[in-house]
Structures are given as structure tokens and as C-alpha cells.
């Protein structure tokens, strides 16, 4: 490793906040469609889950980064045919930036929802009836596809969660492919499927391009969004088989597209675009990020380089669990300080910080500034006061 450039802890910490969009404090502006789309362009994707226990998984990064903002902004950008962001699978289902579309199609393809490799004849024929309905009625949830096409819902339950009738095994099927795609979703939170081409402009053939193209695109497009990273991150970001990830991430260095450096207390080869600036300092803002945001994805990420365990425990017991159901990180400048268990209860117009858990060592003078942000937090989820503890 003789040759490579070292780095500090604290300048790597720097690089991976400025990439993410969280070195800046947030300001008091109206944030507009361009700086939703700007912000979803820098991290790639916003991670999409259907717990709300504070507000949709995909709508918190963009507070955390900008500030309040209008939702309804963000929904009209996914609702919107040739919009630069859309709906498909990444780290996992993921609002991303259009142009990634035809790069990760080939190499996203997940068994567990593509199921066309094993579809009878009637799947077959019922996948073509859906592309034509689609082509007529774009914006089309799998409901009402079922409906309009008189496809039997499912009779007997045999799984707790999914249980897909044949509508819903070819509409996931053919989104997994990336022949049909989404324009945004319904107030149920289901799909509003759509045609391809009425979604983005893709090229014709459905393996375009080649993939290894895809990957040198896709790496550097993670490597990007995380600043400075190990192999590992950059595979993990769209879940890319870690040995081509590798493999592409040596040939870039080679190139000197990519700089290999060290970093102290890291032993693993770590990786960043050449000519990376790194942030002299970070801003002191304190911000909330939900347990899908985009900079705690990759748990042992955030173990080695900000020395911060994370878990999330919803699918834990709740006697087994140690800091809670829904527990945001707490970020503060360049540390994360500690953790809150959050819950917006709608029912009493409260924003509840159940419990509140701080880092070994972390000031006092930081329960002010916590505070200030959950009253944030909460004029932007429209909730008339702040509890915190039990």
C-alpha cells in the first residue's frame, strides 16, 4: 500500500457527509422541484418502505438534507411521464434518478419478484393482456388491473404478508424487467404502473446496454454518492455482486479514474473519484435520519468509519429490543451523537421521541438543539407539539 494516499478518520467522515448532501446547514428557503431532483441526482435514490410510523421512508432524506418541504412536490415529479426521477429497484424498491433505469435493469434482477421464468401459459397471455391494458389506461394499479381484466384475487392466504394473484405476480414481473414502470403511486400506496416508454426514454433492446458498460457506470455512480468507500459500500449501495464490484473498482484505479487510498484505522483498500475535494469542515446542524436513509444503509460502514453500531430493530421482539421500533440516528456535524425511537401520533397531533439515547461522552448542550429539530420536524409533518420520553 506504499504508494497510496492516507487519510485521516476525520477527512474521510467529511468526504462521505459532503457526497450525501449532509455538510450543509439547512436553510430557511423554499425547496423547489429542481432542488428535490438535484439532491435525489447526488445520492442516487431514496429508499422506499411502507412503514410510516413518522412519514414514508423516501419523503424524510430530502428533510434531512434541504429542510421542510411540500411532499406533494415530490409525489407530482413521480406522477409526471419523462420525469428525472422515477420508481425501480436499487438498494432496494428506490425513487432514482431516470438515467439509471437502463443501467440497473441489467444487473437488478431479483428471483423473488421475477417469477416470468416459471409462468404457465395463461401467465404468459395474461402478461400481454396487461401490457396492452397499460398502453390504454397508463397510471393503473394492480387492483385495478385485476378488476378491468377479471383476474380472481387470491383464494387462500398461505404467506403473512404478500399474498399475489396472478395480476400481481406479471405486473412485478414485468416492473422487475423494467417493461412497464411506475408513474408514482395512489393514495393506497400501490404502484400506478405505466408502459416503459411512457415513464422514461430507454433504449429498445431489453438487456441495452452491455453489461459491463452498466457496471462501470453504476460503480461509479455509487462511489460518487458515497464519497469515499470500500468495495464492500460501493457494491452494497445497488447491491452489485461484490467480486465484479471489486474487479471494476481495480480496472477504474488502473484508469486513474478512481484514486485508491488508505484510511487510518481502516484496513481494507478504500476508494474515491480522483480529484475529490475534501470539506474543510462540516456544519454543525443536528438532523434526524430515518433508518433507510441513504447514509445508513451499510451498517459496518458506519461501525468502521464513525465508530456509530446501528441496528434497526422493528422485526426484533419488542422485549429484545435496546433503543426501540423506529429509531433514527442522530447526526451532528460530522459525529453521530446518539439515537431516538420516533412516532408522529396523528391521533393527538404529537411528534413522540419515545426514547432518547446519547453516545458515550456527548455534551448536554446537545438536548437544545434536539429539540429544535423534532419542532421542526414536527411543523413539517403538520403536528401541533414535541414529547419526548415515555
Not at 289 to 314: A, G, H, Q, T, W
Not at 315 to 336: I, S
Not at 374 to 381: H, S, Y
Request: hydrophobic content about 40%; proline content about 4%; some cysteine.
Amino acid at each position: 500500500m506504499g504508494g497510496h494516499r492516507i487519510l485521516s478518520l476525520k477527512q474521510a467522515r467529511r468526504i462521505a457527509l459532503a457526497a450525501q448532501g449532509l455538510s450543509k446547514s439547512r436553510k430557511e428557503q423554499p425547496v423547489t422541484a429542481r432542488k428535490i431532483v438535484n439532491t435525489i441526482d447526488g445520492i442516487a435514490q431514496l429508499q422506499i418502505d411502507s412503514v410510516n410510523v413518522v412519514r414514508r421512508a423516501h419523503y424524510m432524506p430530502i428533510f434531512a438534507r434541504l429542510g421542510a418541504y411540500d411532499i406533494s412536490t415530490l409525489d407530482q415529479l413521480l406522477a409526471k411521464p419523462r420525469s428525472p426521477i422515477t420508481e425501480y429497484w436499487a438498494h432496494e424498491a428506490s425513487v432514482i434518478s431516470a438515467e439509471l433505469i437502463q443501467d440497473l435493469r441489467v444487473w437488478q434482477r431479483r428471483t423473488w419478484n421475477d417469477r416470468s421464468a416459471g409462468f404457465s401459459t395463461e401467465q404468459h397471455e395474461l402478461s400481454a393482456r396487461v401490457m396492452q391494458y397499460l398502453k390504454e389506461h397508463p397510471g393503473s394499479s394492480a387492483r385495478q388491473i385485476s378488476q378491468a381484466l377479471d383476474v380472481a384475487p387470491v383464494e387462500v392466504k398461505t404467506h403473512w404478508g404478500w399474498n399475489w394473484n396472478d395480476t400481481k405476480y406479471v405486473t412485478e414481473s414485468l416492473f422487475a424487467q423494467a417493461q412497464i414502470l411506475t408513474l408514482g403511486r395512489n393514495s393506497q400506496f400501490e404502484r400506478r404502473y405505466a408502459l416503459a416508454g411512457d415513464v422514461v426514454e430507454l433504449p429498445p433492446e431489453i438487456d441495452a446496454p452491455h453489461r459491463h458498460e452498466a457496471l462501470t457506470r453504476l460503480v461509479a455512480r455509487a462511489l460518487n454518492a458515497l464519497g469515499v468507500a470500500t468495495a464492500h459500500c460501493v457494491a452494497e449501495y445497488f447491491r452489485l455482486p461484490i467480486r465484479e464490484a471489486k474487479e471494476e473498482l481495480a480496472a477504474q484505479a488502473l484508469d486513474g479514474l478512481i484514486e485508491e487510498v488508505q484510511i487510518q484505522g481502516i484496513s481494507e483498500p478504500c476508494y474515491l473519484q480522483a480529484g475529490t475535494k475534501i470539506p474543510r469542515k462540516i456544519d454543525r446542524d443536528l438532523r434526524l435520519l430515518s433508518p433507510f436513509d441513504s447514509m445508513v444503509f451499510n451498517r459496518r460502514r458506519l461501525e468502521k468509519f464513525f465508530d456509530f453500531e446501528y441496528r434497526i430493530e422493528i422485526y426484533v421482539p419488542e422485549k429484545l429490543r435496546r433503543y426501540g421500533y423506529y429509531v433514527f440516528p442522530m447526526l451532528h456535524g460530522e459525529e453521530f451523537v446518539g439515537r431516538v425511537d420516533l412516532k408522529a401520533d396523528r391521533s393527538r397531533s404529537v411528534l413522540h421521541a419515545k426514547q432518547v439515547h446519547y453516545e458515550p461522552g456527548v455534551d448536554s448542550s446537545i438536548e437544545s438543539e434536539l429539540r429544535a429539530e423534532l419542532e421542526r420536524m414536527a411543523r413539517w409533518l403538520e403536528l401541533d407539539q414535541v414529547e419526548i420520553g415515555l
